[in-house]
């Protein structure tokens, strides 16, 4: 069964310290990585894409990272800001016939505090 | 305004009970997509359609009825509510090119909490 696993699942840092999640996956086949981040109450917002060819994307403080060959994945948060606290979801698109199905991991909660 | 909304934004009902949960896109996406999302699992699948009037199961379809008679909507009916249905549902849309390995986006909506008693 294609799965998407994510560690930790929770995790407190104080503000302006940096982070690092992780996602491991099994999807096959793969098309492309994805890293959202959800506020409560809210639904999920894209950060990054990468597809299979690409190692690393950053988005202002947000940088993800792809090794394909050990199917791991990384989301490195630089300089937390409070409004950083969310839950960060690693998705992972599956090929199919009709387009791409997205696997969600169950994601990490992050809490950054003053 | 544009985007993707759902509505409504809270719902209780009782078990046994008929509701359906709306989804609206303004960007003409071909791909439309519903999630429920629990406590200590990722999104999980209902449904998905790739076009108006082409639907298909996802990985909890259980319980579950969608229909798509227009591109810009894709309500969720649940036939007859149980408790373990209580859960928060996403509505997403994407437009994704079949073949060309383009990595296209997807928008989820802000979510309807369910509530089934």
């Known amino acids: 069964k294609n799965q998407v696993e994510q560690s930790p699942q929770s995790l407190i840092i104080l503000e302006g310290k940096n982070c690092t999640l992780q996602c491991n996956y099994t999807v096959s086949p793969f098309s492309n990585l994805r890293w959202y981040k959800q506020d409560t109450g809210r639904g999920p917002v894209s950060l990054t894409i990468m597809t299979f060819s690409e190692n690393t994307k950053s988005n202002g403080r947000y940088t993800a990272t792809l090794d394909a060959d050990t199917k791991q994945s990384s989301l490195h948060i630089t300089a937390s800001q409070l409004s950083d606290s969310a839950s960060y979801i690693c998705v992972v698109s599956e090929t199919m016939e009709y387009g791409n199905k997205l696997v969600f991991g169950a994601g990490t909660i992050l809490r950054v505090k003053s | 305004d544009a985007g993707i909304t759902q509505s409504p934004r809270y719902k209780i009902t009782e078990t046994g009970r008929q509701v359906t949960l709306m989804c609206h896109q303004t960007?003409?996406?071909?791909?439309m997509f519903w999630y429920r999302q629990d406590l200590g699992h990722g999104l999980r699948l209902i449904y998905y359609s790739a076009a108006a009037d082409i639907t298909d199961k996802g990985e909890v379809s259980d319980g579950y009825v969608v229909s798509r008679s227009k591109t810009e909507n894709f309500p969720l009916t649940l036939e007859s509510a149980t408790r373990s249905q209580t859960s928060v549902y996403f509505c997403a849309s994407s437009e994704t090119y079949r073949g060309q390995g383009m990595n296209t986006e997807a928008f989820f909506g802000q979510g309807t909490r369910l509530t089934v008693v």
């Open positions: 960007w003409s996406h071909s791909y």
